[in-house]
């Protein structure tokens, strides 16, 4: 699997390369960026553990307004719930492994438990992740906000801040 | 994209706990973790960044022995390295979004410059990333130890020291 991979990547920063590696303009980076978050299935949310560790977590890619809010639903007894209610800090990423591109946004996590939010993310059968329906204790919203973003594609990256 | 996924999910889940949710045991969770690194072209670098949000970047999946010790190849001057430099705490993810399983390895990263590493992760043309070939000073290959980890698929999930 590596090599293979390795060659692709460099035969991709090679023609970017042969274009001169164009800058990325902020406007460019966001609006590829959103691009990428809507091609994306999922995504990947980022925690501080409470040993000092970043953590990972996959997360479905359920909603977002532009790059400034991100929504997801999780269980509220979920290691990542708990984390986050000691430390909030938090990034979300999203990657595209065919184009070498990636989006990291950095920012904080509210846990939101308004039946709004719940209904918001709610779908057919999730009783099966809150068995007690929309109002169980146990469902739980993470609404994330961003401060800032980097965004890159082969040997280009930015960071931006993000209003 | 969002909610079509949901109901995949769900799905997954329902058809998962039609069987019961058979528990994962330590080793079918290390094989399948194995599998799933196999089968893996990147995964997921966590780390500490100096003002205490985690940082995520994807990364080549280059090489590995077991669930032990990961190799990356990066930029010396990269952000990376500059955050494992002064917090070498970091986590490795790997996800597959189609069978909604994912591993999270926790560990610590070293920075290694010898030349039997640099040149164990070598490929012609990647002086696209280190113009001045196998011992330009921006090369540098990090070495991840695990020394835990956590595997899911659906509902189910373990987590097991590394030895």
Redesign the interface.
């Known amino acids: 699997?590596?090599?293979e991979?390795?060659?692709q990547?460099?035969?991709s920063?090679?023609a970017s390369?042969k274009q001169g590696n164009p800058a990325l303009s902020k406007e460019e980076a966001i609006s590829q960026g959103l691009e990428l978050i809507?091609?994306?299935?999922?995504c990947?949310l980022?925690?501080?553990?409470e040993d000092?560790?970043?953590?990972?977590?996959?997360m479905?890619?359920?909603?977002h307004d532009g790059l400034k809010h991100i929504w997801f639903s999780t269980n509220t007894s979920s290691k990542r719930v708990q984390q986050l209610r000691k430390?909030n800090?938090?990034?979300v990423?999203y990657?595209d492994?065919k184009n070498f591109r990636?989006l990291?946004l950095?920012g904080t996590v509210d846990i939101l438990q308004d039946i709004e939010s719940r209904k918001m993310l709610w779908?057919?059968?999730?009783e099966?992740?809150y068995p007690l329906g929309v109002e169980d204790p146990d469902y739980s919203v993470l609404r994330f906000t961003a401060q800032r973003g980097n965004y890159y594609q082969n040997?280009n990256n930015i960071t931006f801040d993000i209003a």
């Not at 809507?38 to 999922?42: E, F, M, P």
């Not at 779908?123 to 999730?126: E, F, I, K, V, Y």
């Open positions: 699997m590596g090599k991979l390795l060659k990547a460099i035969q920063a090679q390369k809507n091609a994306s299935k999922i990947l980022g925690t501080n553990s000092g560790f970043p953590n990972i977590k996959a479905l890619n359920l909603k430390d800090r938090a990034c990423y990657v492994e990636g990291m950095i779908s057919q059968g999730a099966v992740y040997l």
